[in-house]
T-cell receptor, first 116, second 108 residues
Framework: ETGVTQTPRHLVMGMTNKKSLKCEQH?????MYWYKQSAKKPLELMFV???????ENNSVPSRFSPECPNSSHLFLHLHTLQPEDSALYLC???????????????FGEGSRLTVL | RKEVEQDPGPFNVPEGATVAFNCTYS??????FFWYRQDCRKEPKLLMS???SGNEDGRFTAQLNRASQYISLLIRDSKLSDSATYLC?????????FGAGTILRVKS
């Protein structure tokens, strides 16, 4: 069992659907992240939460809405997405965010999203 | 200039070869550098940190060149199991920014 679990692993949705991605970490970490990974592009940081508070929103469109009810759970709510939003969405956690972080991010296996 | 740049490859090498990748970064104030490994259809995992004095872990050696703003990863005696995408990551103002990765294929 990995320390960071993501569900669903695969998701196909239409542009008018509303869906959510879920992430749970079992490592006792305080920071959680959403990254987007598209083919042949760098990992793009979307959101950072530290102790449940959002500390980074990397100019992400409002059709992506994160939610962090506690330090162990992170959601990404999806609404009226575009085909170009199709990608692998990776959740990660670390002991802390910022300079206090050792740099080791623990990633989940990702949710592969296809928007039709 | 991109924040973090890597040669996408692929680097195709025979088993036993030595191979090296470089990664350039644009922010001279960055203090922390890392190499992650990502297997096909898997998540990235930390391979090693890169220290100013260099860092060696078995067959893997990471180096930092601050003057030229690049980090490198050297793999000696390549194994088939080393085939993966190697992601460079650099700290930028409390965030980790990743390169697009370098693909390594080790062939028998």
């Amino acid at each position: 069992e990995t320390g960071v679990t993501q569900t669903p692993r695969h998701l196909v949705m239409g542009m008018t659907n509303k869906k959510s991605l879920k992430c749970e970490q079992h490592l006792g970490h305080n920071a959680m992240y959403w990254y987007k990974q598209s083919a042949k592009k760098p990992l793009e940081l979307m959101f950072v939460y530290n102790f449940k508070e959002q500390t980074e929103n990397n100019s992400v469109p409002s059709r992506f809405s994160p939610e962090c009810p506690n330090s162990s759970h992170l959601f990404l709510h999806l609404h009226t997405l575009q085909p170009e939003d199709s990608a692998l969405y990776l959740c990660a956690s670390s002991r802390n965010s910022g300079l206090a972080n050792t740099g080791e991010l623990f990633f989940g296996e990702g949710s592969r999203l296809t928007v039709l | 200039r991109k924040e973090v740049e890597q040669d996408p490859g692929p680097f195709n090498v025979p088993e036993g070869a030595t191979v090296a990748f470089n990664c350039t970064y644009s922010n001279s104030a960055s203090q922390s550098f890392f190499w992650y490994r990502q297997d096909c259809r898997k998540e990235p995992k930390l391979l090693m940190s890169v220290y100013s004095s260099g860092n060696e872990d078995g067959r893997f050696t990471a180096q930092l060149n601050r003057a030229s703003q690049y980090i490198s990863l050297l793999i000696r005696d390549s194994k088939l199991s080393d085939s993966a995408t190697y992601l460079c990551s650099v700290e930028y103002g409390n965030k980790l920014v990743f390169g697009a990765g370098t693909i390594l294929r080790v062939k028998s």
